[in-house]
């Protein structure tokens, strides 16, 4: 199916499809949304407004039938976070679109008037449908009654709740291989963008839209194995499948870098309680459903996710993600792994992300809004948030403006964005990342925790968030997952062979760090324009002056270092 | 009585004193607070954090027994832009200050426990008492109990329930010559800096301190004299004698740029029902204690101020301005005296900023929470600000938060500050002046309308508006009442001769720019290291594509104007 761009305007209601423009052929995922944005969206207009444009694209090589490398990317100018956004999921979208053809879509313009809309797009074209009763349903509910209505062979991207009230801390979800709608595009704020233009979800049936096939197939199936292979044998392959990204959470306490009740702690004392161990002897005690590990995407070898039921055998949530343990867990305080995946259901049902959901109503407790380790308190908020109260908004715009609003000058962010589950005083590497990522703290943009090296030394951590950061983009410009880079590492021709063997001209050796630092410096050119600067890629003020215990460490890597990191 | 810099810091509650820096020396207001935010707060840091600073200073011509010239700054790192602030303020707090030879009030640390204070600083030295009662209420009974604790001779400066709990549009109040506590340092979120340092009062008693005189007694009488016979032959004293502030309204009103419903229209159908002169037919009408003209200083000749009472001839506010009546009459769609003045008294009671509250409710009826022209719809949402409800939070959080927590992308504000009653469609150097002052959106930077031009013309608006700025930079740092301009711009001389009769040494004839320029440097580099740029010297996005009934006119200076302007 020949690629082009499907272009769907709110206010008018159309569909179109047009040509690729040669500089937009040789990019997807995360480098295609920066070249259209800095191509079509005025980088100082409103985030809510009639100029902002949401794109989705999936990854250069999403459809090659790789493992692993399917994922989708969407984006736009961030409500939160004032700048660029990107945020890739992994799930079924990202092929359905490659399979219709659609190199990018970019929904634009205003909505007119207040009616919810379904944006499907097929063989046959786009159309505009009404929302009908999916409009004000959670995630969950609204995703059964697509499916019922358009088929389990289309994917679909939904805003929850959250995404409906424009909420900055919302995200877009879509569906794993077996219908669960709990892929999200989270972090950013672009559900609140889709809110914003009254979008309810975006349906997209392949139909009879087959795969794409390599211009050389040879090369390409030699690559692919020497990839697959490699991303096999890597050990951090089987721990992923044993305890999913779980397994982080003794890594992470252990280096007094997780956060416990609104980062004022680098070490849980429930650490273990809900760690990556705890979470597989349970899974596995309780048996089906709850599964130890799970494929998001089909065909994935590594299956990191999970799913987690109750004592009775009931689904509570899938998967349950690092992340989302620290953030809702050791930061507010709650060790209770079954607790922990309710709150994650929550979130995901009102179409938010977790980690600046999780982020806020750590700060929140700060103010005094919850008792850390009360999880009665926790889930009031929740039902605050649920019921679209204006507290409950407060939280569901992330821990930035909660802490704004609620007067407390301890919050974890970078451009307005909150941080992931690493302490930057502990882990500094990851901090530089935090600081200096055109995305505002992100812990996909170049998380360094793996790298052998003393993670409180700030002498080195630049070079290692910069080289991680380059590749990191490189791979969210493929559509790469960042757990398959694990192979790509062991075989660094594998991508600069498979582009070649797909896209054919020339592809340099270092493809993969050409395509990260040309996405880079976009994202840090729209970023430029719309008013951020080197006083941006700071860790925030404090973290540099309250020590974090038990280490005792503070954020120290120097200002230079931070410069010269982001100079991409 | 000596000058000095008194520091108090409220984690120690140790109050020293010390000699002024020469540097210091010759710079108060405005200026001086610029200088003492770049030498002692890291622009990064937290507002509300422990290493933010609030500095209190009277103009360098305070106290010189001039007309219209003891203001009292007030400046910090601001909460709500997250750049440098000053906020300068009529009343008897500027005049304390000089009299008790406080050259500046450095206010730092981070408070322990959860107590409130008051500072108190007197003859025999400062000190910190407990609040007591004071904590927890309104701005009015507030001013009685500490005049009651601590007599009429003294000043206060004193923070609502806003400022105490740390909410960006919460302002500093200090008392009027007749005991009145409605002189606010309004803008940029000083009482929530204030709050976050657990102050609820500073007391300023200066004893028998007396005010200084002239180095050289005659040449300042000259020039005084001068000063005074333009001032008062001025036509626009006697209009503002006349009419106060609330002159503006028609004039406004007649340019098409007058803040009607979120600023979606340029002319209220009710302007005439809420005028100047519909306001002094009202107070003339009423008789005491009713006044069409009062003075919030000692000496004042201007008179703007004015006393509402009601039918009942119970006094409703003193007094009510031009900003208040269209940010809360027509930017709300009220159009009754009466009720606006009732809603100046509310903000003024739960200490906040009537321009950002005004603003914040105006963009809280876009989003449904109150109906345009319904009073009781507004007066319900000030029961949620009084009662510190989460959504009394968000809207004394102001306008660009209550926009990002409701999803409202239309919001009237520059660097997070709220914009003053004039449309920058419609008036369009005072849109230059929003744009490009390192206060943010604010008019008394730099104020065009009285300009004999076309101000809807953009290319004239970029010089109108720097030559604005610098001269009212320079007067905020003299101290100087913006209405005194009139008398002092008749008579250039008389500025460099008061400061070289008070001042001695080298002063040139154009002191006032250059005071103006100095400080606008000193601000700009502030700000540049706290992370702003051009793309912050915009006008939003939104407002240079919507046009704005009924001229239709959009801002269109251009970016390269914008630029040279605030090349200080």
């Not at 499809?17 to 944005?37: F, K, S, Y």
């Not at 063989?123 to 088929?151: C, K, N, T």
């Not at 416990?260 to 309780?286: P, Q």
Request: charged share 20%.
């Amino acid at each position: 199916m020949e690629k082009r761009i499907w272009r769907a305007n709110v206010g008018r209601q159309t569909v179109v499809t047009e040509a690729v423009r040669p500089e937009w052929e040789r990019l997807g995922g995360r480098g295609l949304v920066a070249r259209i944005l800095l191509d079509e969206v005025p980088p100082t207009c409103q985030a809510l407004g009639a100029y902002n444009k949401l794109v989705w694209t999936a990854g250069l090589l999403a459809g090659y039938r790789l493992s692993s490398c399917d994922r989708v990317s969407v984006g736009a100018k961030s409500p939160l976070t004032g700048g660029i956004k990107e945020s890739n999921a992994g799930g079924t979208t990202g092929l359905a679109l490659v399979r219709l053809g659609v190199h990018a879509l970019i929904v634009e313009g205003q909505p007119e008037g207040n009616d919810w809309w379904i944006l499907r797009l097929g063989a046959a074209g786009g159309s505009f449908e009404p929302a009908g009763d999916v409009a004000g349903l959670g995630v969950y509910e609204a995703a059964q009654r697509l499916i019922a209505r358009y088929g389990r062979s289309a994917a679909f991207a939904i805003i929850g709740p959250g995404g409906e009230r424009r909420l900055s801390g919302a995200g877009v979800f879509n569906l794993d291989k077996d219908g669960e709608p709990s892929r999200a595009n989270g972090r950013g704020g672009m559900g609140a963008v889709m809110g914003a233009k009254h979008l309810k979800a975006v349906v997209i049936d392949p139909g009879k839209g087959e795969l794409p096939s390599p211009l050389r197939e040879e090369p390409f199936a030699a690559a692919k194995k020497d990839y697959l292979r490699e991303l096999m044998a890597h050990p951090q392959t089987k721990t992923y499948a044993d305890y999913g990204t779980a397994a982080l959470v003794m890594m992470t306490d252990t280096f007094g870098g997780f956060p416990t009740r609104n980062f004022s702690m680098g070490h849980f004392e429930g650490a273990e309680k809900i760690s990556g161990e705890a979470l597989r002897d349970r899974l596995l005690a309780r048996g089906k459903p709850s599964e130890t590990t799970h494929a998001c995407m089909a065909g994935c070898v590594i299956r990191c996710s999970n799913i987690v039921a109750d004592e009775q055998g009931k689904k509570i949530v899938a998967p349950l993600e690092y992340e989302t343990i620290a953030l809702t867990g050791s930061n507010l305080g709650l060790d209770d792994l079954d607790l922990i995946s309710r709150l994650n259901w929550e979130m995901n049902d009102n179409g938010l992300d977790t980690i600046d959901t999780g982020a806020a109503l750590g700060v929140a407790g700060e103010a005094g809004y919850l008792r850390f380790g009360d999880a009665d308190s926790v889930f009031a908020l929740i039902n605050e948030i649920r019921q679209g109260t204006a507290l409950g908004r407060i939280l569901a715009s992330g821990a930035a403006t909660t802490g704004r609003v609620l007067g407390v000058a301890r919050v974890p962010a970078v451009k307005g964005q909150a941080m992931a589950a690493y302490d930057p005083r502990a882990i500094k590497g990851t901090g530089v990342t935090y600081a200096t990522s055109p995305q505002g703290a992100d812990h996909t943009a170049g998380l360094t925790i793996r790298a052998q090296v003393n993670h409180r030394d700030p002498s080195v951590q630049g070079e290692l968030s910069r080289k991680s950061q380059i590749n990191n983009a490189g791979y969210d410009t493929l559509g790469v997952c960042l757990f398959a880079s694990f192979g790509f590492a062991k075989v660094p021709g594998a991508i600069p062979e498979m582009l070649r063997a797909c896209y054919g001209g020339e592809v340099g050796d270092d493809a993969l760090q050409q395509l990260g630092r040309e996405t880079l410096r976009m994202e840090k050119t729209f970023n430029r324009a719309a008013g951020f600067g080197p006083a941006h890629d700071r860790i925030p003020h404090w973290m540099t002056k309250e020590p974090l215990p038990p280490t005792g460490s503070v954020f120290d890597v120097t200002e230079e270092d931070l410069d010269k990191t982001a100079d991409w």
